[in-house]
């Protein structure tokens, strides 16, 4: 999940974040109905016109699974193209198809989080996770959900929670520079300037494409580069 989390970090007040976090209403109750958007046909045509759908693509695709698969394909491809509300229809299909298929509680997490409706994503994410404890994608994602809703919410738990779940996903994933650089930023919101630098430059060492201006520069005003790769007058 490609989330700008870096661009305003000079102006957030991390140390009022931390040490004067407010009280926050309850989160929502959510079911999985609440975040997989799938209704029941709720007339005799609706339903039938649902079997027909249904029976047309198991005999296209030989099975349901395969015709999820497909429709996911879809679904992922018109999220790529930022596309959310035909990717939320392709997922449904996929649902409808075969609702064990877990790519699509991954992808309702994404155009949840890509909306900002976090508390969604970070419910459907969490179901995908319970099916997949040991997927460092899912990790990343619901990680970036919890570091987006902190930038709005300020609440400390999501930035704890985010940093676990990165230190996971890079020990079963580490050379993703991308889990790196999330740790970069989840540092600078503690405050640990030391540790953002140096999940930095792991970052950079597997991808320099990662690498941000406006982070840089936001790190640069907290602490010096400890390896003098980057300095306010060279930038990057």
Request: charged share 20%.
């Amino acid at each position: 999940m490609a989330v700008g989390l870096a661009l305003g970090l000079s102006a957030c007040n991390t140390q009022s974040a931390l040490t004067e976090h407010q009280q926050l209403p309850p989160a929502p109750v959510l079911t999985l109905a609440d975040v997989v958007p799938v209704t029941q046909p709720a007339t005799p045509e609706a339903k039938a016109n649902q079997e027909k759908f249904m029976q047309e693509n198991i005999t296209r695709f030989r099975s349901r699974a395969l015709a999820s698969a497909y429709y996911v394909l879809q679904a992922q491809r018109a999220f790529r193209e930022e596309k959310l509300d035909s990717a939320t229809h392709f997922f449904s299909r996929a649902y409808l198809m075969d609702s064990t298929n877990n790519d699509i509680f991954r992808g309702y997490g994404l155009v949840y989080g890509q909306q900002q409706r976090y508390d969604e994503a970070l419910f459907v994410l969490y179901h995908a996770l319970e099916n997949d404890r040991d997927n460092p994608l899912l990790l990343n994602d619901i990680a970036t959900s919890h570091l987006s809703r902190f930038y709005i919410t300020s609440n400390p738990e999501d930035l704890l929670q985010s940093r676990k779940l990165l230190e996971k996903a890079a020990q079963l994933s580490p050379d993703e520079a991308d889990v790196y650089y999330k740790l970069a930023i989840n540092s600078y919101y503690l405050q640990e300037y030391g540790n953002a630098w140096s999940y930095l430059h792991k970052s950079l060492r597997r991808n320099r494409a990662v690498a941000d201006k406006a982070f840089i520069s936001a790190l640069l005003e907290k602490q010096q580069d400890p390896q003098g790769e980057f300095t306010p007058e060279l930038g990057q």
